[in-house]
């Protein structure tokens, strides 16, 4: 089945402009929580974790969702500004049956999104979202409950503080990050206040950028995927390391003491080697068809297993629990530690990441660059109505590119799961070969498009 609203991570969209109206965010969720109850097999299914980041319309979204649970018979527990990863955690900690983030994570303020999580704390199968896609357009009216069964709307007000006590918990007993000055970028969003916090108890010398969110400001030159900011800060303060969020802080990018990013592959190369050597390394890796093929070449030599999935990390996740392995995520920074996490969390990642750097008394740059990536360029080409990828010319020309790279590199085409783009990917041994290949290939799909 195609679907209509759910893309790579749930439904995303313009704020006010269909789908992320208000009148579709009731819809949604009550058409939610109408197949959560078909799928239930009798269990009682009441109880609701609406979390947020700091964008103007998520004041609208939230309510609109809020509506649409309670008028099903639903009771919300709403948290308020919080990153992804704490709405999935307490999801299972509440009991709760859902959990929903009013987010579009990397996006402009201006885009809104809805994520859904199971009771279980992990991200809805694609069966449940078509499910749930199924209803979204029907009317949900003849399914309402009496007014006696409608369901109540409460705020929790510690939930910032469970999530920071929580994620202090999977930091080294009786460690500290005493001595470290760290760059904390928070891209103006749902961590800017619980990422300092974690930072700053674990002792850390702290310098805070992008923590000021006004509604309009997030993602807006900062954050994981705008790095300029934190790179210039780190070598301004000569500090040791930087961290950037996103927009929901559950993607992280580390930025060393030379003021050099240090992206997620590098990230998952020095995290699978530090839980290897702590022998707490389960069964490997796992990444995505955009990881470096350096990082699979490392893996090779390093004799630990790795697997490739497609790009979101919904599938790392999928393939994490399928193959039993404890790490996995994306270049882009989505990092998964299923020791402590059923999703993505940037702040787990940084914890992590800073008590490796920590440990070894080393500079960042020295640690935290465990392999030499090949030459990869991506470049994105946008589009107007429907996907230029199916057309004729394009096809031969991807054909052509692949056959040009075999043997000493890769291609990798596709479209974006939250966006009109397409996105065009070469890596290999030669740079040319990989600088003309997509420059040609995007050529190609910019005049088709």
């Not at 030379?258 to 702590?278: C, M």
Request: hydrophobic share 40%; proline share 3%.
């Amino acid at each position: 089945m195609n679907k209509k609203y759910f893309g790579t991570d749930g439904i995303r969209g313009t704020a006010n402009a269909a789908p992320m109206t208000a009148g579709m965010a009731l819809q949604v969720a009550m058409a939610i929580a109408y197949v959560l109850r078909q799928n239930a097999n009798g269990k009682p299914m009441n109880r609701v974790v609406i979390g947020k980041d700091t964008r103007l319309s998520g004041y609208m979204l939230e309510q609109a969702m809020a509506s649409g649970f309670v008028a099903m018979g639903m009771d919300v527990i709403r948290t308020g500004p919080i990153p992804t990863p704490a709405v999935a955690r307490l999801t299972t900690s509440l009991r709760a049956d859902i959990g929903v983030m009013i987010s579009a994570s990397h996006n402009p303020y201006q885009d809104n999104g809805i994520k859904i999580f199971g009771g279980d704390g992990f991200k809805l199968s694609d069966d449940m979202e078509a499910q749930i896609e199924t209803m979204i357009d029907q009317d949900m009216e003849a399914h309402l409950p009496s007014a006696d069964e409608i369901g109540k709307a409460t705020q929790l007000n510690d939930a910032a503080g469970r999530y920071i006590e929580y994620i202090k918990r999977s930091f080294p007993k009786g460690k500290t990050l005493n001595g470290l000055k760290i760059v904390i970028d928070c891209a103006h969003g749902a961590a800017y206040k619980v990422a300092p916090q974690i930072l700053w108890e674990l002792e850390a010398d702290l310098i805070k950028i992008g923590h000021e969110p006004n509604g309009r400001n997030i993602n807006d030159n900062v954050g994981a995927t705008a790095t300029q900011t934190l790179q210039e800060r780190v070598i301004a303060e000569k500090a040791d390391i930087g961290i950037a969020l996103d927009g929901d802080a559950d993607r992280l990018i580390v930025v060393d003491e030379k003021g050099q990013k240090i992206d997620g592959d590098q990230i998952l190369g020095l995290l699978a080697l530090a839980k290897r050597d702590q022998g707490h390394l389960k069964g490997g890796v796992v990444a995505t068809v955009m990881s470096n093929l350096g990082l699979e070449r490392f893996f090779e030599k390093e004799n630990i297993a790795f697997a490739r999935t497609a790009v979101g990390d919904r599938y790392v996740v999928e393939e994490m629990r399928q193959s039993g392995f404890n790490i996995g995520g994306e270049q882009s920074g989505h990092i998964i530690m299923s020791d402590f996490a059923t999703t993505g969390d940037g702040v787990l990642a940084a914890l992590q990441v800073l008590s490796v750097v920590s440990e070894s008394g080393k500079k960042a740059s020295e640690v935290c660059h465990v392999f030499d990536p090949l030459p990869q360029l991506l470049k994105n080409v946008k589009y107007t109505g429907n996907s230029p990828l199916d057309l004729e010319q394009v096809q031969s020309a991807i054909k052509s590119t692949e056959e040009k790279l075999r043997g000493s590199g890769r291609l990798l085409v596709r479209a974006s799961g939250t966006e009109p783009l397409i996105r065009v990917m070469a890596e290999g041994d030669d740079s040319a070969l990989v600088e003309t290949s997509v420059n040609d290939l995007c050529d190609v799909i910019q005049k088709a498009a």
